[in-house]
C-alpha cells in the first residue's frame, strides 16, 4: 500500500478514508442545518463547518498528489455512506449479515446474481 500522508503514514484498513467520509457527512449536515437558522445558532453551525473544514484541509494538504486525487473523487459521494448506514439499522441482523456477505464478494472481484422468486 503506498503512503498516505508524506511524511510517514500508512493506513492499510482505510481508517483516514472513513474518518474523512465522515467528517465530510457531518460538515454537509451542518451545512442544512444552517439555513433553517439565524443568530447564535447560525453561528455555532457556521464555526462548525469551519472547524471541519480545518481538519480535512488540515490532513488533505499533508497528502501526496496521487492520494489527493483519490481523496476528491471518493468524497463526491459521502451521502452514500450515511445512506446505506441508515438503511442498513432498519434491517435485522441476519438481514445485516446478507448485505455485508454481499459487500465482501463484491469487493473481492465476485458477480452476484439475484434471483427473484
Known sequence: MPEIIKETFKDTSYNLAKALHFANVSRQYFDLLKIGSSGETKNLFNQSIMRLDWVYHNI?????????????????????????????????????????????????????EFVQK
Open 60 to 112: 488533505y494538504d499533508r497528502l501526496s498528489q496521487n492520494s489527493r486525487d483519490i481523496l476528491k473523487k471518493e468524497m463526491a459521494d459521502s451521502l452514500v455512506f450515511d445512506e446505506i448506514i441508515s438503511r442498513l439499522v432498519l434491517l435485522e441482523p441476519q438481514q445485516r449479515s446478507a448485505v455485508e456477505d454481499i459487500i465482501t464478494q463484491l469487493s473481492k472481484g465476485e458477480t452476484i
